[in-house]
């Protein structure tokens, strides 16, 4: 059930929300036009060589970011409802992503 508040100290808090969101957005754009412009370098230079460790960690930190990037827009758009278990797998998402480019990005533990 939705409340609304006609409180006029929330409208601050709402109206930054909802700023922070076009922002998430833009970056999801930003990101898929790159995506886009690059997308035949990549195959060229990443997917038609052998695969090493250097590429394999390029694509998961590439592809988990436009998956991350892709999931916040999700998570912060206020107009786009949520279920429980959408808000359940999102966390975990989240959650794993973050784990799996921290791995990557820093190696084993120790």
Same mark, same amino acid.
């Given at each position: 059930? *939705?409340?609304?508040?006609? =409180?006029?100290? #929330?409208?601050?808090?709402?109206?930054?929300? @909802?700023? $922070?969101?076009?922002?998430?957005?833009? $970056?999801?754009? $930003?990101?898929?036009?790159?995506?886009? &412009? *690059?997308? $035949?370098? /990549?195959? /060229?230079? +990443?997917?038609?060589? @052998?695969? %090493? &460790?250097? %590429?394999?960690?390029?694509?998961?930190?590439?592809?988990?970011?436009?998956?991350?990037?892709?999931?916040? +827009?999700? =998570?912060?758009?206020?107009?786009?409802?949520?279920? =429980?278990?959408?808000?359940? +797998?999102?966390?975990?998402?989240?959650?794993?992503?973050?784990?799996?480019?921290?791995?990557?990005? #820093?190696?084993?533990?120790?």
């Amino acid at each position: 059930m *939705t409340i609304v508040s006609n =409180d006029p100290t #929330w409208w601050s808090a709402i109206n930054a929300y @909802r700023f $922070a969101s076009y922002f998430v957005v833009a $970056a999801f754009v $930003a990101l898929t036009y790159d995506w886009a &412009l *690059t997308f $035949a370098q /990549e195959v /060229e230079l +990443i997917w038609r060589q @052998r695969l %090493s &460790l250097m %590429s394999v960690l390029y694509l998961g930190v590439r592809y988990l970011g436009i998956l991350f990037a892709g999931l916040s +827009i999700l =998570d912060s758009v206020p107009t786009i409802p949520q279920t =429980d278990t959408v808000s359940l +797998i999102m966390y975990l998402v989240f959650n794993w992503t973050n784990a799996v480019v921290f791995a990557m990005l #820093w190696g084993e533990p120790g």
